[in-house]
């Protein structure tokens, strides 16, 4: 997926629940991307959806920020808001061709609906544009608060 999908639809799941939070969940739903440029940046060797597409990296940063919620209750959402956006990227890629890796313990990659959608088609843009709140049936949910 491109980073506008994966962008879409972090901000999609963030805004009903913390609509302040949703540039923070963007923010983690590029960051597997970006992430490979830093990796690089330092000299190690990345490939495309591997190391840092690993299914236990979002995972593990959900589950930091709800350990960390009783000592640092103002940092935690906004850690678990990065954590919830770079799940989403997971989730996303998860439904293209591609597939994701779930950790580097295996070679297996994850298909959701059979992986039918192809990085920077119509269907990944009409799946992103489906899930944004523009398009929700429920839309006048987001304007009342």
Known sequence: MTWK??????????????????PVAAFGATAPDW??????????RV??????????IPIAIV???????PIFPFLSPIVAAFGVGYL?????DALTVSGVPVSGAS?????FFGGRLRTGQAAEYLLAL??????????????ET
Not at 35 to 44: A, M, Q
Not at 88 to 92: C, I, L, R, T
Not at 130 to 143: D, E, V
């Open 5 to 22: 999908s994966h962008i879409a639809i972090a901000v999609a799941i963030t805004l009903p629940f913390a609509p302040v939070l949703a």
């Open 88 to 92: 989403s990227h997971w989730f996303a």
């Open 35 to 44: 992430s490979e440029w830093i990796l690089k940046f330092f000299g190690r």
């Open 63 to 69: 589950l930091f920020a709800i350990a960390i919620a």
């Open 47 to 56: 490939t495309h959806r591997g190391v840092t597409h690993y299914v236990y």
């Open 107 to 111: 070679s297996y990659r994850v298909h």
């Open 130 to 143: 489906k899930t944004t709140p523009l398009t929700s049936p429920n839309f006048s949910l987001y304007l």
